[in-house]
């Protein structure tokens, strides 16, 4: 990981005048595997029963009835900031020292994440992650995105809409796709044409504002495009919603 306390000047500065700024090589190769092999394992320990296993398992829709192993037909395992692997990176002064300045001294990890984005995989529509979010206060909040696998325009990389976090929170319509993947909502009220694809290593990491529009495209190639993504707020933020994959845990 670097070592740099806070966002350079130049990342502070993307952050604020585009809504994200991405960070390349920020974790060791060994972080992403580490990761992946600890989601094959409680995958699999979910489908075979083990209610112990820590994590929220929700199905991919796109691939639902095919053949394979627990982990090719998962969409996303929610509730993973309490699992040691996935605990670390939460905490790690690397990832929040450079959160601090934005959000504030005190953070909490209330959501977690890891996105398989297996092969045939639908992507996520245009939304806003404030939407999902009723909160007081509503932001700053800053979702966290670290890329697994490389991210691409073929495997379903995500898209931003540099800017549209100075947008107030859009009306979010649900995914209008027959068998869309369940808590999938999107925004038809705005004009995306100066969207960007953000292209990704694995180990690069995004910072992006809860405001951000963003989305992701439709798995289309023939290998996973994994991603874990962590979501902060200011310790002490009360979630008017009581969101069930929401858990605050302080880490700095
Ligand atoms: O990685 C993806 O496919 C979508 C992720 C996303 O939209 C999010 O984390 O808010």
Redesign the pocket.
Known sequence: MQDTVGLARDQRAHYDERGFVRLSGFADPAVCAAMLDRVIALARAHAAGDRGAPGLVLPEANLAGRAGEPEDLVSKIFLLHRDPVFAAFAADPAVTDRLAPIIGPRLDCFLS?F?F?NPGAW??PW?Q?AWYFPFDPPRPIV?V?LAVTE?TLDN?C?HVLPGSHREPVHEHVPDRRPGANYGYVEIVDHDMAAAEPVLMDPGDLLLFDSHLM???TDNRSDGI?A?M?FHYAATGTVDRGAGPVNDFVTVR
């Open positions: 994440q996105i984005k992507g996520q939304h992650d979702g995105w991210a379903g995500l963003h989305r992701s495009r991603a993504v």
